[in-house]
């Protein structure tokens, strides 16, 4: 891996209903913020572009957080089909913005404790190792935030229904680069994952 500043894009994936929780928790406040701006500030705060914003369910009241920030926002229409389209329209939305790009970090809505320093860190792994993925390891597994390298793009081209990017992780141990972050497995699905965060 070359040591210039790689071409990264950042995808945050936020077009889920969270039917489970009632209310969308890409609002859900912390600290302040809403969840789906706090991610995005992180990402803005490193140096890689572009960052692609995917929105569905509740798009317009994710849309309005989202006012005045450098972002592309792009609309999944296919959201009710699963992750896998998601992913698919976050690459798009980075290739529409930059043709050329080494690799592409995903981020979720609902990890709280993702920090810029965390995404740093798994830039620099990818620059300093020969590893086309790398993956954060919470609750014993890899998972999202994770980087793949542009070889991957094809297969996560090829995702389908609920079979995110951790699918393709699955398919490539051997080149799949592991960084702890337990606070990964905080993840807000339900009212009581909210209500226990917060307190």
Request: with cysteine.
């Amino acid at each position: 891996m070359n040591h210039s500043t790689p071409q990264i894009g950042i995808v945050i994936l936020a077009a889920g209903a969270s039917t489970r929780m009632g209310s969308p928790k890409q609002l859900i406040e912390w600290q302040g913020q809403t969840l789906v701006r706090r991610i995005t500030e992180v990402a803005l705060a490193t140096e890689y572009r572009p960052i692609v914003v995917v929105l569905g369910a509740n798009k317009t009241s994710i849309t309005a957080e989202l006012e005045g920030l450098p972002v592309t926002l792009i609309e999944n229409p296919h959201w009710e089909q699963g992750l896998s389209s998601s992913v698919k329209m976050g690459l798009a939305g980075v290739y529409m913005t930059k043709k050329e790009f080494d690799a592409v970090l995903f981020l979720l809505v609902d990890q709280p404790k993702v920090d810029q320093a965390l995404v740093e860190h798994i830039i620099a792994t990818y620059q300093e190792n020969d590893k086309g993925i790398i993956a954060c390891r919470y609750g014993g597994k890899p998972g999202v935030p994770a980087l793949f390298d542009r070889k991957y793009v094809e297969e996560l081209l090829s995702l389908d229904g609920d079979n995110g990017a951790k699918w393709v992780m699955m398919q490539h141990r051997d080149d799949c680069l592991e960084i702890p972050f337990e606070d990964g497995a905080i993840d807000l699905d339900t009212r009581q994952d909210v209500d226990k965060f917060l307190s």
